[in-house]
């Protein structure tokens, strides 16, 4: 971040990195690093001058530290772009965190803090309410989407979900993907000729499934034409 110094204190599944690292203003700030492009992003703060991120879990939420702009500690969650202090996520007046140690795929979260009614540092396990909402299909592409028996066709599947998508499968083979919103793969073609779909099924971590049948490719003959001199 145009410092002398970084520090990586948690991975996922995807390789993606996070930690503090100093920037060019000479203060600590929470970075991510992404292995598919090899650059570092700045996370930013609360308002205040200084941060740090401690966990991230395979649906790429963060938790760490940050200062706000009176200088106080919070700890604090980002998913997608949206960076919160966890104090406002609890019961206020109960207790004070300071900051957010780990998550996992639940997204269940670590943090410590001040206790309101008795001025003592504990720590907490944050545990979000039970996740009903199904994962969002937002759109499935073929390329091409006129095959021959054999053919391997790239599949490509974008998908949401309110606390990160687990896995797509397509026919029942999972795609990858190296931000869990874009997932591609490929489908080896086995059908007898004609019209068929493609089952495409979405699920999260809580179990939740989207299936999605509306993706339809031809399964042609392939002739071959010799031509004469």
Same mark, same amino acid.
């Given at each position: 971040?145009?410092?002398?110094?970084?520090? $990586?204190?948690?991975?996922?599944?995807? $390789?993606? @990195?996070?930690?503090?690292?100093?920037?060019?203003?000479?203060?600590?700030?929470?970075?991510?690093?992404?292995?598919?492009?090899?650059?570092?992003?700045?996370? $930013?703060?609360?308002?205040?001058?200084?941060?740090?991120?401690?966990? =991230?879990?395979?649906?790429?939420?963060?938790?760490? *530290?940050?200062?706000?702009? +009176?200088?106080? *500690?919070?700890?604090?969650? =980002?998913? $997608?772009?949206?960076?919160?202090? %966890?104090?406002? %996520?609890?019961? +206020?007046?109960?207790?004070?965190?300071?900051?957010?140690?780990?998550?996992?795929?639940?997204? *269940?979260?670590?943090?410590?803090?001040?206790?309101?009614?008795?001025?003592?540092?504990?720590? &907490?396990? %944050?545990? !979000?309410? !039970?996740?009903?909402?199904?994962? @969002?299909?937002?759109? @499935?592409?073929?390329?091409?989407?006129?095959?021959?028996?054999?053919?391997?066709?790239?599949?490509?599947?974008?998908?949401?979900?309110?606390?990160?998508?687990?896995?797509?499968?397509? #026919?029942?083979? !999972?795609?990858?993907?190296?931000?869990?919103?874009?997932?591609?793969?490929?489908?080896?073609?086995? *059908?007898?000729?004609? =019209?068929?779909?493609?089952?495409?099924?979405?699920?999260?971590?809580?179990?939740?499934?989207?299936? #999605?049948?509306? %993706?339809? &490719?031809?399964?042609?003959?392939?002739?071959?034409? @010799?031509?004469?001199?």
């Amino acid at each position: 971040l145009g410092g002398n110094m970084s520090k $990586g204190y948690a991975i996922n599944d995807s $390789g993606m @990195v996070v930690g503090e690292s100093i920037n060019i203003y000479g203060n600590t700030s929470g970075f991510t690093y992404d292995p598919a492009s090899g650059a570092m992003y700045e996370l $930013g703060t609360l308002g205040g001058t200084t941060s740090r991120a401690n966990g =991230i879990n395979d649906d790429f939420v963060m938790v760490g *530290q940050a200062t706000t702009a +009176a200088m106080e *500690q919070r700890a604090f969650v =980002i998913r $997608g772009s949206g960076k919160e202090d %966890l104090n406002n %996520l609890i019961p +206020a007046g109960t207790i004070t965190l300071s900051t957010a140690h780990a998550i996992n795929n639940l997204g *269940q979260i670590v943090a410590s803090g001040v206790d309101s009614s008795t001025g003592k540092t504990r720590v &907490y396990l %944050l545990t !979000p309410p !039970p996740d009903t909402s199904a994962p @969002v299909i937002d759109g @499935v592409y073929a390329s091409p989407n006129l095959f021959a028996i054999g053919d391997t066709p790239e599949i490509l599947v974008m998908a949401s979900d309110n606390r990160g998508v687990a896995q797509v499968l397509v #026919d029942g083979v !999972p795609l990858s993907s190296y931000d869990h919103r874009y997932w591609t793969g490929r489908l080896t073609v086995t *059908q007898p000729l004609g =019209i068929k779909n493609i089952t495409i099924s979405v699920s999260d971590h809580a179990g939740n499934v989207t299936t #999605d049948t509306s %993706l339809v &490719y031809e399964v042609a003959r392939v002739v071959f034409i @010799v031509a004469k001199n």
